[in-house]
């Protein structure tokens, strides 16, 4: 029983961020490893959840990740290594002892499983794979057969599953009578004679009806079937656009083969939003803070060569202008505002783009008016901007048409930005290309180089 002055110490205090691990607990965890005390750090991890756990794992550095896993050996538990990040998931598992490693496995569904083996070595593969049961290594083995970010490889084999001709009170006998429901699980699915799903029954509306309803009259209106080579990302679209708390996975026939919980289809909703994220700042989409500075440096390395190129051709431009610039010194100064101001709205209008295109909410009826949208919005911005870019630069430099260049620089950029960043997405998704992986560098180069050229440009023809 843990006690109350230990719960205290791992929950986060009102001055903290909420579920951060506490300082305090980090380092008693630590002192632990240090006096190899593993009465005292058992005492400390038990109240930890599973995902804190990892947490904890993954900001510790490898020496005493080693010594914790050590140490920790015999209570560490599965639900650790489905929450871990995939960086030291491999290092972590080698770690463990053969026995614990295969008592951790054991525990866990048969989603997990497969989550926790499509990303090791072959050599660990099997080690995890000849810890499981029989019918439970066919099973996970199938699902590897499945194409990789396929529903076949997020779904769980275990399905509770019916008769369409039984009533409530069968199902509840049936369920009361097995020993192998899943650990969760939201619907009873309904199955015709030949294994095909024909609608599922919801947990609450199945204890809330007598004993002899049928099942067909109290199964749920939200009934969707997910073909089991389904890609994963339309899969978490369906579960979001829907509402789903579960939804059957049937193969080329229409069998039910499994199910897909709502657990598991956030989780590829929050690593598509990462990989996003991570992707339009140039940054591999599978970096960590676990990552050596030699893997880290490798992956973003092509990325700043990239935005190497493309400040070598805004570069070009600006040196078609030099005598421009050597005779207008204010130029040299206000050049950057312009391409900082394209560059900051082209990234705006490029980020409601790519979310957009991953939401499916920008589709072929609506782009037009999208790109209309995003284009007089650059207008109004830079006509705005303009104004007050004009005034600046005659207060500044005392040459009103000084203000007339750099504010219809403004205008011009901040249009073409909106624009640009609307429209590359768009013509990178049609091409088959991740717009979140190629977008920004294009609209980067699209607005120094119009930013560039349009500001010193129309210098070179009305100042000289």
Known sequence: MTSPELQADTLPSRD??????????VTSILYALDTENRDKLVEL????????IAD????????????????YDKEFDGDILSELDESIREEVIAALSPSTLADAVRDLESDDVVDLLEDLE??????????LEEPDRLAIQQALSYPESSAGRLMQREVVMAPDHWTVGHAIDHMRGTDDLPYQFYHIVLVDPRMHPVGQVALGRLMASPRGTPLSEIASEEFQIIPVDQDEEDVAYAFNQYHLISAPVVDADGRLVGVITIDDAMIVMDEENESDMLLLAGVDDESSLSDTVINTTRRRFPWL????????????????????????????????IVASMGGNAGTQSLTVAVRALATKDLTGS?????????????????LAFALVMGIIGVLWFGDMTLGYVIGTAMVINLVVAGLAGAVIPVILDRVGVDPALASGTFVTTVTDVVGFFAFLGLAAMVLL
């Open 16 to 25: 903290e961020a909420a579920y951060v691990l506490d300082r305090k607990t």
């Open 45 to 52: 991890m038990e109240p930890l959840h599973p995902a804190d």
């Open 56 to 71: 904890l794992l993954e900001q510790v550095n490898a020496f005493d990740r080693g010594r914790l896993l050590r140490l």
């Open 122 to 131: 072959e050599p660990q593969q099997e080690a995890i794979l000849d810890a």
């Open 305 to 336: 060569a990239v935005n190497l190129l493309t400040a070598i051709v805004a570069s070009l431009v600006i040196s078609i202008f030099d005598e421009t610039i050597a005779q207008f010194v204010a130029l040299a100064v206000l050049m950057p």
């Open 366 to 382: 609506n782009v037009l008016r999208v790109i209309r949208r995003e284009s007089l919005v650059g207008l109004i911005n830079g």
